[in-house]
């Protein structure tokens, strides 16, 4: 199932210029989900990673597969009003550049989940090639935002 910028929205806190997945290609719910991060000259990093060479830096690819780890971990119906949080990364590589212009093709597969804690190994490629991929770990804690205050 196909998701839009809307349920994207919906599913995670972050917005511009933090919100870097674009669309939802595939979902399994708390298993599996595909996404799609546009990469594009006008965002604001390559301004100054590098003007003349710009090159996504690697704390972005990281983030974008953390997003959509975060999707395919939250939308299991049991983790509603809950937010994921970077426990660890393993055996991360980058593999290839990623620069203006690339479509990287994001696919978190969650390995394990038990109780409140999250293991997703993620694999971000362009043009059928890996540019980076590892294993992510996550704290899944209530979402204080969508509470009450009393």
Request: contains cysteine; negative net charge; aromatic residues 6%.
């Amino acid at each position: 199932m196909e998701m839009d910028i809307k349920f994207i929205l919906k599913s995670l806190p972050h917005r511009y210029p933090f919100l870097l997945v674009d669309r939802i290609l595939e979902m399994e719910p708390g298993k599996r989900a595909v996404a799609i991060k546009n990469v594009t000259a006008n965002e604001p990093q390559f301004a100054g990673h590098w003007p003349e060479n710009p090159v996504m830096p690697g704390v972005l690819i990281l983030e974008a597969m953390a997003q959509t780890a975060g999707i395919a971990l939250l939308s299991a119906h049991e983790s509603e009003d809950r937010q994921a949080f970077f426990g660890g990364l393993d055996k991360v590589r980058f593999r290839r550049p990623v620069v203006p212009g690339d479509q990287l093709i994001i696919e978190a597969t969650v390995v394990r989940r038990k109780g409140s804690m999250g293991r997703v190994h993620i694999v971000a490629i362009v043009e059928e090639e890996v540019a980076c991929e590892g294993d992510f770990s996550f704290a899944i804690v209530n979402d204080s935002s969508s509470q009450e205050d009393t």
